[in-house]
Nanobody
Framework: QVQLVESGGGLVQPGDSLRLSCAAS????????MGWFRQAPGKGREFVSA????????IYEDSVEGRFIISRDNSRKTLYLQMNTLKFEDAAVYYC?????????????????WGQGTQVTVSS
């Protein structure tokens, strides 16, 4: 069983940067694929990015490609999401997620463990 706790959310202006963190406990962090999803009010949970435990390969949702960077520190059991050039449409609750898998999936039903989420608000 893996427990995930996100942090780093907050209120920013368009164009600002923010770094989210996700601290994991339980399980073997180094053998879990890790990912980020987000959910805006009235919308479903949307894939943002994921990183493999096998080779640290990454995938991104098209709208964040080139602006967001996902990374992991297995020694600290922490997942990160560096978010640059934030836009109004990036505002959402961001969720950290994990699954014991060699594959990176983009739908929420494919992920097993979830954090409680951290709020990102983008406002001028």
């Amino acid at each position: 069983q893996v427990q995930l706790v996100e942090s780093g959310g907050g209120l920013v202006q368009p164009g600002d940067s923010l770094r989210l963190s996700c601290a994991a406990s339980g399980g073997t962090f180094g053998t879990y694929a890790m990912g980020w999803f987000r959910q805006a009010p009235g919308k479903g949970r949307e894939f943002v990015s994921a990183i493999s435990w096998v080779d640290n390969s990454t995938i991104y949702e098209d709208s964040v490609e080139g602006r967001f960077i996902i990374s992991r520190d297995n020694s600290r059991k922490t997942l990160y999401l560096q978010m640059n050039t934030l836009k109004f449409e990036d505002a959402a609750v961001y969720y950290c997620t994990a699954v014991y898998s060699v594959l990176l999936r983009t739908t929420p039903d494919r992920w097993d463990f979830w954090g409680q989420g951290t709020q990102v608000t983008v406002s001028s």
